[in-house]
Each structure stands twice: as C-alpha cells, then as structure tokens.
C-alpha cells in the first residue's frame, strides 16, 4: 500500500473518534452542565450572542425602573412587600395574581397605563408588565425558548417595539392627571433640587439595544410606516 494511502487511512482512524468526542460534547450541552454550556456557547452564532445579552440586560434595566418607579411614585402601591411581589410576577418566578391585564397584548396594558380611567389602580404595575411583555413579543421569548438564528427576530416586530417604548418615554414626562400632574414622577426634582436622571439613563440604554439589534437585522430605528402615530401600535400582528 502507498504511502499517500497509508497516511489518508491513518487520519481518518484518528479523526472517526474525534467527531464522536464532538458530538458527545454536543450532546452534554444539551443536559444543562457547565461544560455542554461552554460547548454551546462555542457553537452560538454572535447575534444569538448580542440578543440573550440583550435580554438580560433589558430584565435587569426594567426591574430597576419599576423599582425606582414605586419609590417615587408610592401611591399607586403603598406596601413594599406588596411591590416587591408584583415585580417578581412580572420578571421572576411568581405568578401573577391579577387577572384582568395579565393576558392582554402589550399595545392595550400599555396603553391603560396611561388612561384616565382604569380597572387596575397600580399604573406602575401595568406600564412595567405592559413594558416587559412588548420586549418578550417581540423577540418572540417564552421561557425555555432557544435562539437559533438572529433571523427568527421579525424586523417589523423590532420596530414597533421601538416605537412603543419611544412613546412611553415621551407620555412619562408628558402625561398628566385631571388634577394637571403628572401620572409618574420621575425626574421631578426633589426636596434639595436635585433631579435624578436614571429613568432617562435606562429608557436610553432599552432604545439603545433595540436600535443596535434592528441594524443587526437591516433596518433603520425611525425607518416605519407608522412613526408620526402617538398611539402605540401592536407588535403581534
């Protein structure tokens, strides 16, 4: 037998075992350990990469904002035990012990956030729950799901997303009472007069993401059909 042969033969013995290895490793991801996280990791395409931080990160900014929202802003919920419970529905593990809004699309809690008249008294609960779920419509997010491709991310989706939260920041600083109020304060100055910036700072960072994830998918942030609406629209369409 040729040299070439014998040589061809020999990395295909070396190499049989070496894919078996691979795909074990591959298979060990699949079980939630930290080595098969690492392999899964290897093997993520980057935007999936950019997207999870994403989501991360828009978790972490929005329980923040609801948070500082219910320490400025506690008439809409006196009980700390109680606001600490309403996050953890909305973010975290515990269901959600309201009935009304909970299973209403993103477009219409938002928008009863800042109606005169309302079922739910607790508006910082409707605007963070009306928040948190446009996020998760629209990058399609259900518990468990994984991202294959950034391309399962709708473009339209993403910008009506950024059009929606656009126009929360704007009804934050706008949007008052009968009394001439404003529903939330935020950046009101305090007793000192020193005016806290952070819900500017998160809203910022949320437009942000979402701007950087639409040139991901090839588009422009303002570049929508509907931009001149102040109605927030539907995302799920």
């Known amino acids: 037998m040729s040299r070439p042969v014998v040589g061809v033969l020999f990395k295909t013995v070396v190499l049989i075992p070496m894919v078996f290895v691979l795909m074990g490793l591959a298979g060990c991801s699949l079980s939630g350990s930290k080595a098969g996280d690492d392999v899964r990791g290897f093997f993520t395409p ?17 329980r923040d904002f609801t948070a500082r929202l219910y320490a400025k802003n506690p008439k809409y919920e006196k009980d700390p035990a109680q606001q600490r419970r309403k996050i953890d529905s909305i973010f975290g593990p515990l269901p959600t012990v309201e009935q009304v809004y909970a299973f209403k699309p993103s477009h219409e809690i938002l928008t009863a956030a800042f109606q005169g008249e309302i079922a739910e008294p607790d508006r910082i609960y409707l605007l963070s729950l009306g928040l948190w779920k446009s996020i998760r419509e629209a990058y399609n997010i259900r518990d468990g799901d994984f991202f294959l491709t950034g ?3 709708s473009l339209e ?26 529903l939330f304060i ?3 100055a305090g007793e000192d007069g020193y ?8 809203m910022t960072r949320i437009l942000t993401r979402i701007e950087d994830d639409i040139a991901m998918r090839g588009g422009l ?3 929508y059909m509907f931009r001149m609406s102040t109605m927030f629209v539907g995302i799920i369409i």
């Open 221 to 223: 942030p303002e570049q």
């Open 46 to 62: 980057t935007d999936v990469s950019i997207i999870r931080h994403h989501m991360q990160q828009y978790r972490a900014s929005l």
């Open 195 to 202: 005016i806290n910036m952070g819900y500017e700072v998160i």
């Open 157 to 182: 989706r993403l910008q009506r997303l950024h059009h929606n939260i656009s126009q929360v920041n704007w009804r934050l600083k706008t949007y008052k009472d009968k009394n001439g109020k404003l």
């Open 186 to 188: 935020t950046n009101e």
């Open 151 to 153: 391309l399962q991310v």
